[in-house]
């Protein structure tokens, strides 16, 4: 996978919204790319950020 596609990828792959085929390419992008697994640790973050406010009480 190129570069760009995967940085169009990342928020769907950590999203989990992305097929197997799609996954494991990202995936083998990632073990090779500094920049698209900082990108990834930014999402992941963002998505847990996310989750813990919806979770919390009003």
Not at 25 to 54: F, K, M, S, Y
């Amino acid at each position: 996978m190129h570069h760009e596609a995967c940085r169009d990828s990342l928020p769907l792959w950590v999203a989990g919204a992305r097929g197997p085929v799609e996954a494991q390419a990202v995936q083998q992008h990632l073990a090779a790319c500094g920049a698209c697994r900082v990108e990834r640790g930014t999402l992941t973050t963002a998505v847990d950020e996310c989750a813990t406010a919806a979770a919390a009480p009003d």
